[in-house]
Each structure stands twice: as C-alpha cells, then as structure tokens.
C-alpha cells in the first residue's frame, strides 16, 4: 500500500503527468484483491487502474513508462493508464469505459470454462459502473453460465463528485448480485485484511467450480477524482476522511499488535520512494515512441 502511495504521488509531482486517476485512499482494496489471486488468475480493473496494476505486481518501471508515454512501457506508450494490459503478468487490463470491463470480464471467463483453463477471472470496477446495463447483464449470464468470475465493486462513495447515495437505489451494492443468486458480501475496504479474507473465501469458492462471487469493499477516495478534475470536497470533510487513512490504520494496528515499529515503518516508506524514483528515472531514459508506431497494433 505504502509504495502504490509513494509510486502515484511521484507521478503527480511531475508536470506531464497527464490525466490520471490515482488510488489514494483505496489501495487496501487493490492489494487484499491481489493477495488472494494466484498466477494463473487474470485481473481487470476500471480506469483507476495503477494501484490494482502494481499491487497485481507488474512492473512499477514498465507502468511508470506507460503511464508517461515512453516506449518502455508495458504496452509501449501506446495504451496509458487507462487501457495498459499485461495478460501474461495476470492483468488482463484495464477499460476506461465505466463498466465496460465487466462484460469484457465475463467473456475471459467463459474463454476460461469452454477451455478448462485454470484460473478464476476477478473484475474490479467502481460504484459509478453499479448503474450501468452491462453490469447487470453480466450477473445475469455468469449466474446462469456459473462462469468462474469473482466482481469486485470498490465502493468509494462518489461517481467523479456525483455520492452514491444519488445514483443508485439499492441499500447496499452488494444487493445487486442477491437477486441473482449470487454469494455477495459487502466489507469495509479501508481494512487490508478484511479485503484479503473476504477476497480468499471468495475467490475459493469461486475456482471450486461454485460460479460467480460479488464482493462490495467500501473505501474512500482521498485525492480528486483525477489530476485534472476540480476538488469538489470542503477541507473539513477532506479532513475527516484523511483521518480514515487505510495505511496509517494498518499501521497503527501493526504497532500495537507488536509487528511494526517507527523505525520499520520508516524503512518500508524509504524503500517505496526509492522504488518510485528508479521508476521514474526508467521512464525518462526511455523514448517516446516513434511516430510510426501510432499505426502499431490498430484493428
């Protein structure tokens, strides 16, 4: 969580760093997600893509070139963040259509059960996609398919500034998948290892051949909603949810159970930062792509 934190607040402290969505405030959800999937597993994610792309353990100087437009990037520069993919790596991709990662998600899966490939397929999207058709047409056909598919709504509270509350009727979003069938569970996501059991259990039930899972983590979104995007959030509320940080609960939870002293915490913080400037020196030795390459890969 700390070097997710540390990798996104370098990238924004650039000037080009372009438009981005950053996980500032949810990253308990991309890494307790990641901790429960195997290698042979496949992860797709919305366009709030970096953290769930690291934590997945890509390469933070491959996504740092891709995130800036270099020729080193996973998808040479030419996908960003929001459509970078690493299939062999277990990141399928990420969609930047709210929503439209969910029936690309069901597809894999089925590719995956017609095949008798191994593996589950774990879609990550936000409360913003819950309105959307795709979403409940994929529910529908994963019920009915019993397609090894495991959706993961990360519930931040906000559709860019539009609350929850305001955009979708259901009390709880995991309700969404009840009326299907569907095992659901709704989980505080500001808490790492609530995500990881929660994801294990469900991730398990999924590879047993039990079919679709849905779990509803609820996080918060501390930065904006992107690096473009106008704060639309008073300080005294800002205030409120920096005091709900997941990183410094799990830290404080750590220190008191005895596993984590200042010292420790401070070598963890180091080494994150360190990782965060190799990467951006990578992505600045790396070149732009040609302007060939633009025709690369076009369908």
């Not at 070097?3 to 080009?16: N, Q, T, V």
């Amino acid at each position: 969580m700390i070097r997710i934190r540390a990798f996104e607040a370098a990238l924004a402290a650039r000037p080009d760093h372009g438009f981005q969505l950053l996980s500032t405030g949810e990253e308990a959800v991309a890494v307790g997600l990641a901790s429960a999937l195997t290698p042979e597993d496949q992860l797709l994610t919305g366009g709030r893509s970096i953290g769930p792309a690291l934590a997945r353990g890509l390469d933070p100087d491959a996504v740092m070139a891709e995130l800036l437009g270099r020729a080193g990037g996973i998808n040479r520069g030419q996908a960003g963040r929001g459509h970078m993919a690493d299939p062999d790596g277990g990141f399928f991709g990420a969609h930047a259509v709210v929503g439209g990662n969910v029936t690309i998600a069901a597809g894999v899966a089925l590719a995956r059960q017609m095949s008798g490939a191994p593996g589950v397929v774990a879609v990550l999207f936000g409360d913003g996609a819950c309105g959307a058709g795709s979403l409940h047409e994929a529910l529908n056909i994963a019920a009915l398919w019993r397609l090894p598919l495991l959706f993961v709504c990360n519930n931040n509270g906000l559709s860019v500034s539009t609350p929850r509350s305001a955009a979708i009727a259901a009390a709880r979003l995991s309700d969404l998948a009840v009326a299907h069938g569907i095992p659901a569970r709704t989980v505080d996501g500001l808490d790492v290892e609530a995500v990881a059991e929660a994801a294990g259990v469900a991730v398990a039930g999924v590879r047993s051949g039990g079919g679709p899972a849905f779990l509803e983590f609820t996080s918060i979104r501390l930065a904006r909603h992107s690096t473009t995007a106008r704060e639309t959030r008073g300080p005294a509320e800002l205030t409120a949810l920096w005091a709900r940080c997941p990183i410094r609960a799990y830290a404080a939870k750590l220190t008191a159970r005895g596993e984590l002293d200042a010292a420790r915490l401070a070598a963890i913080e180091h080494e994150a930062q360190a990782v965060a400037a190799g990467a951006l020196a990578f992505a600045e030795a790396s070149p732009y792509p040609a302007p060939a390459a633009a025709l690369i890969d076009v369908w």
